[in-house]
């Protein structure tokens, strides 16, 4: 394996923990249905969604300001 794949590994180990530590339960809990898993993932996704239209915007700034300078890109901000 990679030193990617091992990182991923280390940082899937870790959160494992966290929810284990914060949740009380692993990934092999019996007590939701298909559905509910269907509803957790989803809410995870739309979050995802949320994370990329702010990292878009963010990336689109840095090129407007590193093209027309600050000021424009805060005016640009704003609408």
């Known amino acids: 394996m990679s030193r990617?794949?091992?990182q991923v590994i280390k940082k899937i180990r870790e959160r494992a923990?966290?929810?284990k530590n914060k949740y009380g339960v692993t990934m092999e809990r019996t007590d939701l249905n298909t559905l509910e898993?269907?509803?957790h993932?989803?809410?995870e996704l739309m979050d995802a969604a949320v994370y990329i239209e702010r990292?878009?915007?963010d990336f689109e700034r840095l090129k407007l300001a590193?093209?027309?300078g600050e000021e424009f890109a805060d005016l640009?901000?704003?609408l």
């Open 76 to 78: 640009m901000e704003d």
């Open 66 to 68: 590193s093209k027309y």
């Open 4 to 6: 990617y794949e091992e």
């Open 55 to 57: 990292l878009m915007r």
């Open 37 to 39: 898993w269907l509803v």
């Open 17 to 19: 923990e966290v929810g």
């Open 41 to 43: 993932l989803q809410e």
